[in-house]
């Protein structure tokens, strides 16, 4: 069973880093790329925001033109554990973050008809 846990949430002050981290289990995790969503509070009907994607093997990422180069998406395929750093925190940045397994061949920071979720993490950025 195909199983991803979200960690590292909370609420911080504006600035600095945070690092959100995913653990992996019950598939064989270096053969699927994974991603970063996140869904900002009060929009429960809002398709979930793409943020990053990372490929299998971890060489190759992709990021959302809206977090402006302050995100970095990494991966320990030794530790089957995904991470997702948000440098200089924003206030918009406030959201439920959810890592992602997309498919094998999918390349994109639109899900898949076969994303498989985790139940998220809540980051609250204050001004």
């Known amino acids: 069973q195909v199983k991803l846990v979200e960690s590292g949430g909370r609420s911080v002050p504006a600035g600095d880093s945070l690092i959100l981290s995913c653990a992996a289990s019950?598939?064989?995790?270096?053969?699927?790329?994974m991603a970063w969503y996140r869904q900002a509070p009060g929009h429960p009907g809002k398709v979930r925001e793409g943020i990053a994607i990372v490929s299998a093997g971890g060489a190759a990422t992709a990021y959302a033109d809206s977090i402006q180069d302050r995100f970095i998406i990494t991966r320990d395929n030794e530790k089957n554990m995904v991470y997702l750093q948000i440098f200089s925190r924003r206030p918009e940045d406030t959201a439920m973050y959810y890592c992602?397994?997309?498919?094998?061949?999918?390349?994109?920071?639109?899900?898949?008809?076969?994303?498989?979720w985790g139940q998220g993490t809540e980051v609250t950025v204050s001004s």
């Open positions: 992602a397994r997309v498919g094998a061949d999918w390349w994109s920071l639109h899900p898949s008809t076969d994303t498989v």
């Open positions: 019950g598939y064989t995790f270096n053969r699927y790329n």
